[in-house]
């Protein structure tokens, strides 16, 4: 198949690509070269995709399929307007952000979505899943239910994840700044939900070739926190304790939930955000997602990190040793008190 990439410089544009090529597919990739480079023996067309002709040469070809990792509407809709002619179907990575509800769990794919970003651009990160409601808009606008197929994906894991979000918890486990001892929040009935980035780039290839269409979450295998900490603990074959802090004393002391610098990852307190990550993803599976053990994932996540140089740790997910040491010590005293 001859594949257009619009994206492919960066985590999951880059292995889609890989993985087309790896499968005997002709694959072509647009962006402006900016998050890196393309994988090796994909060809690549540079371009800014702000400016309104930037898909030009690429429409002047014929393509079985397109898969688009945008997130800015206007970009998304001059691609479909433009690539319509020439491809056959679009495939569009979204996102399970752009839900109207994280609330409530078990939700499928018929929940309501935000209301789709009428500008061309988020104002700001918190316009993310309403512009990737604008991206779905555009994309079934044009290419209709038939010739299109959506992905909404929950969070991602596994090497290479930019984030740290699910490299932190093995990589914790194996080099704890306190002996023996983990700090954790305490949420035993937190959902976790990583999907492995290779399980969703093998299953999206197998579905274009298939000629999938229509909406499909993907997301992990439902764990609870505490399982998912089980895991982490396994992968970094540690023997460490957990140790869970109330939710309000971390919050007390400036420890950020989700994700980035002095987080304690994939953590949430919110209830009415336990639903996101404890989707549906029955059709995905009917679909034929296949989801490898959540230990593998972390595992792999785990060598990944602790191959990267220290200058490429900084700024991820998690908390920095002295904090952790600091924050345990209190706990500690306060459990004295
Ligand atoms: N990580 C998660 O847990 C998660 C969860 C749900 C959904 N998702 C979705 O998964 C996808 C992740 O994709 P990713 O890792 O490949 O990419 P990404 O980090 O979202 O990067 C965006 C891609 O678009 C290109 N791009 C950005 N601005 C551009 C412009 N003006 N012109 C041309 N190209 C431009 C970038 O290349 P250049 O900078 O080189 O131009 C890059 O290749 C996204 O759609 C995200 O919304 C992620």
């Known amino acids: 198949m001859r594949i257009l990439v619009l994206g492919g410089t960066a985590w999951l544009g880059g292995l889609i690509a890989a993985g087309a090529l790896e499968r005997g597919h002709e694959v072509t990739c647009v962006a402006r070269g900016e998050a890196g480079e393309v994988p090796a023996g994909t060809r690549f067309v540079g371009a800014d995709r702000e400016q309104d002709d930037a898909l030009a040469a ?67 990160p918190e316009d993310y899943g309403s512009a990737k409601a604008a991206c779905e808009a555009a994309v079934l606008g044009a290419f209709g239910r038939e010739r299109s197929f959506i992905v909404r994906p929950g969070l991602l894991g596994g090497p290479g994840d930019p984030s740290g979000r699910t490299d932190y918890w093995p990589w914790r486990f194996a080099h704890p700044a306190e002996q023996g001892r983990i700090l954790v929040p305490d949420a035993p009935d937190l959902p976790t939900a990583v999907l492995d980035v290779r399980d969703l780039v093998a299953w999206m290839l197998r579905a274009i ?43 007390e002391h400036g420890v950020a939930e989700w994700a980035g610098p002095r987080s304690l990852p994939l953590w949430l307190v919110d209830r009415d955000w336990y639903g996101m990550n404890a989707r549906s993803i029955d059709r995905a599976l009917a679909g034929g997602l296949e989801l490898r053990p959540l230990v593998d994932t972390l595992r792999d996540a785990l060598a990944h990190r602790e191959s990267l140089e220290p200058s490429a740790l900084r700024d991820r997910a998690g908390l920095a040793d002295a904090d952790e040491s600091g924050l345990l010590a209190a706990l500690e005293e306060r459990a004295r008190d």
């Open 209 to 251: 070739e298939d000629g999938l269409s229509g909406v499909c979450n993907a997301q992990g295998r439902p764990e609870a926190f505490p399982a998912h900490l089980a895991a982490a603990r396994v992968a970094a074959g540690s023997d460490a304790l957990p140790i869970p802090a109330p939710e309000a004393w971390l919050q």
């Open 58 to 124: 690429v429409s002047r070809e014929r393509w079985d399929a397109v898969v688009d990792v945008a997130r800015q509407p206007g970009q998304v809709r001059r691609a479909v307007r433009d690539l319509e002619p020439v491809a056959g179907r679009f495939v569009f990575v979204s996102s399970c952000s752009a839900y109207a509800s994280q609330a409530e769990l078990g939700a499928d794919e018929d929940a309501a979505l935000l209301p789709a970003l009428v500008a061309d651009r988020m104002a700001s």
